[in-house]
């Protein structure tokens, strides 16, 4: 049946992060651009419980129509220990079949195709069915690498690694090949081609949305823009979208917690939806936070022993599954009263939003890094894998919103005596701590302007709607 609206597909690759933030887009094209809107759901063999949890809510909202594809078998069509883009890469293969008879046998004719960055040969899908195609990335500076990739492989011979030089990139700051993400790290792997394969992708399609906003990346935003080195995709920031605070029946005894706590005196810890240190880094940062003597929530998983997890890098926990076991002895007892460690799933938002956290120890995923600005929390930067390098550097060398490790965590351990000076500085009323929150709160107030109706962010989505609807009229 033709629509008399824009018809938006979403297609997020697993996993909370690029769920959250498909959610968001697709929520916010129906309650203020006119837009139907489905979201295909991609898994394994299963979802997550942080996964399950959203379609639950968004499916209760109504907003937006949720598909299930049917769970995506890659078993024999990767190596089992096939790293992180090389698995995704593999899923969004195998997803076609039942994402191209989805589409068929949708009742409204679809205008667009928005996918995330792992999921670019699903574009070819919307070729088929004659519609638009756009990339749903997070934010600017790892898009521009991403973009500016092929430039870069012309360009260098060998390793980047082994350059002098940090990688210059248009209208970006000066990178290490270190911290420009595992893929960068060597490039004859596999891994590496299906990275720079995948930019090229995403200058085919007609449009980059961008979980950013112009304030806070505007040197960035204008070089994708302007210099045609990035392949002149179409790029509307039409960020910040984090998941708002929602009543829940059954409110969290961390949330109690917190309620008894002074205001903004708790660091939350936490490493996102697969992130974990290895098992003397837990040991140093309980150490760390002992010292510091700062309230703190902490939400700890154990090392991992699953190989394809995106953090190789760190050793392999030998105490078996119950994160609690890698704590130092005693940890618990002596800091009752003072903090909490959670092994579960953590509302990480309503803990970022509560008056009583005052600092956020995060991994700088972007959704991560987002909900802390736009809830004023300062944060201490504690990168692991993927573009959460460049997120940190951004975050403490750009923005001013965080502090940092001497040594990036990505390159070694850091000592409980840094942790604990960390944790002082973002938490405490001195210089410091009083400048990153003054700063962080400016930014909030910058997110929160350009998405209200006349802002950066609004004017961005109206535009890509616009590109849309003359789409449908077309057809
Ligand atoms: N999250 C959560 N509870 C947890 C861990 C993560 O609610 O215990 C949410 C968090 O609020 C964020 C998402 O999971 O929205 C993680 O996304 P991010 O981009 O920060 O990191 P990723 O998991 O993709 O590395």
Redesign the pocket.
Known sequence: MESSKPHALLLPSP????L?RHLELGNRLVAYHNFYVTLFVVFESHLSA?ESQLIQSAKAQKLIDIVELPPVDISGKVEPDAQFFTKQAAITREIQPSLRSAISNLTLSPTALIIDLFATPALDVADEFHILKFVFY?SAWPLSLRLYLPILDKEIRGQYVDQKEPLKIPGCMSIQPEDAGSPMLDRTKHEYHVFLQRGSEMRMSDGILLNTWEDLDSMTLKALREDESFGSVPIYAVGPF??PVEPSASRSNLLDWLDEQPSESVIYI?F????FLSAQQITELAFGLELSQQRFIW?LRPPSKKKNMPVKRHVLGDKGNDALDYLPDGFLTRTQGLGLV?T??????DILSHPSTGGFL??C?????L?SILNGVPLLAWPLY?E?SMNAILLSEKLGVAVSPKVAPTRGVVGREEIEMLVRKVMGDQEEGKALRARVMELKVSGEKALIEGGSSFNAMSQFAKQCEIKLLRN
């Open positions: 996993g909370v992060g690029h959250v942080g997070p984090v998941r936490s996102g939806s697969v992130g939400v959670v579960q799933w953590a509302p990480q938002v995060s991994h995923g972007w959704n991560s890094t909900e993927a959460q």
